[in-house]
């Protein structure tokens, strides 16, 4: 039973730094690409990063990319997003993505306001 359960959300100031953090379980996590997509209310879901399961980042949005930085740890069963220098536009639910089984975490809430 694959499992993804996303933290490390919050509320933080324009310029400031947040690592997003998604724990898998349940399935051959290293063999997986993984993916985060981000959206806001009223807004469509957005892809955000890949790492594919030899551990390449791909396809960046336009929008994060020189900011974000995606990595995992097949020994933790980890992903991971490292977002530097947030801009209000970067408020939204974030999520981690198994892309090969379709499972999707729960989300977790980013906010960038002074």
């Known amino acids: 039973q694959v499992q993804l359960v996303e933290s490390g959300g919050g509320l933080v100031q324009p310029g400031g730094s947040l690592r997003l953090t998604c724990t898998a379980s349940g399935f051959t996590f290293r063999m997986y690409a993984m993916s985060w997509y981000r959206q806001d209310p009223g807004k469509e879901r957005e892809l955000v990063a890949t790492?594919?399961?030899?551990?390449?980042?791909?396809n960046y949005a336009d929008s994060v990319k020189g900011r974000f930085t995606i990595s995992r740890d097949n020994a933790k069963m980890s992903v991971y997003l490292q977002m530097n220098s947030l801009k209000p536009e970067d408020t939204a639910v974030y999520y981690c993505y198994a892309r090969r089984s379709m499972n999707w975490g729960q989300g977790t809430q980013v906010t960038v306001s002074s």
């Open positions: 790492i594919t399961s030899g551990g390449e980042p791909t």
